[in-house]
């Protein structure tokens, strides 16, 4: 069955820099689309960014955008997200999820906690 | 940009139905997505192009959409459909994706 971890979540220092991982399993990872959802706390979801199959294309969200990437190694069935000069504001539970063709988010991680400190 | 408006929340008894609307500019016009969220879990997809269920989704949940508004129907709620329901567009211009504020379902 789709399984989706994510891991690399913790404390980090406002401003300090994050790498998140998100291990594949269970589908042809090498032909689908991927992306970061965030939900910060007590708040709704948020779309953070996608990569295409083969990581020749993306895009992030307007509060994102320049400090954070999306990428991932298809030999490895992983997807990453490297954060950097994160703040207050990017507290938040972040999920990795399947695109589906449609452009809805079929399967979800469980989701990684990631909390910035001053 | 585009907006999508929903409740914050929504009551309703069990055994009858619930309507959780999600308005846009012309949203008919778009495909929809709704998603289904408990208290410390990750979402689960539960309608996805409007109208469509993923496989191992009840029949008891539906979706529609006309002019400016969405709407994601559950019939005959039960107590375990409480839950945080969000809805989801594509803007496939721009490559963003776009989720609603949410709505929480209350069973009575």
């Known amino acids: 069955q789709v399984q989706l971890v994510e891991s690399g979540g913790g404390v980090v220092q406002t401003g300090g820099s994050l790498r998140l991982s998100c291990a594949a399993s269970g589908f042809t990872f090498a032909v689908s689309p991927m992306h970061w959802v965030r939900q910060a706390p007590g708040k709704g979801l948020e779309w953070v960014a996608f990569?295409?199959?083969?990581?020749?294309?993306?895009s992030y969200a307007d509060s994102v955008r320049g400090r954070f990437t999306i990428s991932r190694d298809n030999s490895r069935n992983t997807l990453f997200l490297q954060m950097n000069s994160v703040g207050g504001d990017d507290t938040a539970i972040y999920y990795c999820?399947?695109?589906?063709?449609?452009?809805?988010?079929?399967?979800w991680g469980q989701g990684t906690l990631v909390t910035f400190s001053s | 940009s585009y907006v999508l408006t929903q409740p914050p929340s929504v009551s309703v008894a069990p055994g009858k139905t619930a309507r959780i609307t999600c308005g846009g500019d012309?949203?008919?016009?778009?495909?929809v997505h709704w998603y289904q969220q408990k208290p410390g879990q990750a979402p689960v997809e539960v309608i996805y192009?409007?109208?469509d269920r993923p496989s191992g989704i009840p029949e008891r949940f539906s979706g529609s959409s006309s002019g400016n508004t969405a709407a994601l129907t559950i019939s005959r709620v039960e107590a375990g459909d409480e839950a945080d329901y969000y809805c989801q567009v594509w803007d496939t211009i721009i490559y963003h994706w776009l989720f609603g504020g949410g709505t929480k379902l209350t069973v009575l």
């Open positions: 012309n949203i008919g016009r778009k495909s």
């Open positions: 192009s409007t109208t």
């Open positions: 999820a399947r695109h589906r063709d449609e452009g809805s988010f079929d399967y």
């Open positions: 990569v295409s199959h083969d990581g020749s294309l993306d």
